[in-house]
């Protein structure tokens, strides 16, 4: 498949673990806001049935009538599920449970893979990033993902176990690499949860540094209970707790990602 590219030259690009609550979603939402502060007009495709990056802007998935769930089975424009955020130049196509469905769905659907890409061309020159927000498992919604994106950032939990699936992750790049999108880069590697007090903390920094080399960000994300408080009043942290360090950490994350483009 080739990609057609942009005028503008958006970078689209994937939020993929596969485990679960490694960061994915918070870094979604933040790293946005922050690039929105920064003059850049960012779309978070929400891409996880959880939802968590569309209500962490506060949007109620009870009251919305569709999400990205209609664009990828029903055919509706994707232009019609943008929805404004209270940040600036921030940009969400909402998630919602109905989207779980899509995960089987899509097996017997035409151009499978290709869905996401598809209905993203019409509208990416309008934004200068677009991150999808994958769910915690590599089925048909992540490949989706891994074929829309032209790079991937991989959110790591400074934790036991830290690198573990990682391979996993790298060989389904791999394969969508060889079979569906040539370019498919990684765009860094994002250590979250970062706790300096402890020494599992600065070994996982040491492992991934080792193992990623450059891609991995200087920045690292810190644990802070501001960055974990932020979503429950519908707010990324760079709004809700601006001098928050966590705030600061994902401000500084959005130089290097601007950097990097
Ligand atoms: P994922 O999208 O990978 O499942 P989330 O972004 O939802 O992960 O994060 C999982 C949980 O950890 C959430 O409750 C979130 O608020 C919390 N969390 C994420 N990053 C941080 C951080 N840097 N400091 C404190 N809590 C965090």
Redesign the pocket.
């Known amino acids: 498949v080739k990609r057609s590219k942009s005028a503008k030259d958006t970078r689209i690009i994937a939020i993929i ?1 596969q485990k ?8 979604a939402v933040n790293l946005a806001a922050a690039l929105g502060e920064q003059g850049r007009k960012t779309l978070i495709v929400d891409f ?1 049935p959880q939802g ?1 990056s569309t209500s962490g802007f506060g949007i109620e998935k009870e009251d919305l009538d569709h999400c990205i769930y209609d664009a990828l089975l029903n055919d509706v424009p994707a232009e019609s599920l943008v929805l404004d955020t209270n940040c600036k130049k921030v940009f969400v196509i909402p998630a919602t449970i109905q989207l779980a469905g899509a995960e089987i769905e899509l097996v017997s659907a035409i151009a499978r893979e290709t869905r996401l890409k598809d209905l993203l061309e019409p509208i990416q020159d309008e934004f200068d990033f677009i991150f999808i927000d994958c769910p ?1 498992s590599l089925g048909l919604l992540t490949i989706n993902a891994l074929t829309a994106a032209d790079s991937v950032l991989i ?1 790591i939990q400074c934790e036991y176990y830290a690198l573990e699936g990682v391979t996993k992750l790298l060989e389904s790049m791999k394969m969508v690499k060889s079979r569906l999108n040539k370019g498919l880069d990684t765009y860094g590697v994002l250590m ?2 970062y706790d300096s007090r402890t020494s599992l903390s600065n070994q996982v920094v040491e492992e991934v540094q080792s193992y990623f080399g450059d891609k991995a960000f200087k920045t690292l ?4 209970v501001k ?2 408080e932020a ?1 429950s009043f519908g707010e990324p942290v760079i709004t809700y707790a601006p001098q928050n360090k ?1 705030a600061k950490a994902y401000m500084n994350l959005a130089k290097e990602v601007i950097k990097r483009a």
């Open positions: 673990n679960g609550g490694v960061g994915k979603s918070t870094t996880d968590n915690p959110p979250t949860m994300i810190p644990r802070t960055i974990s979503p966590g």
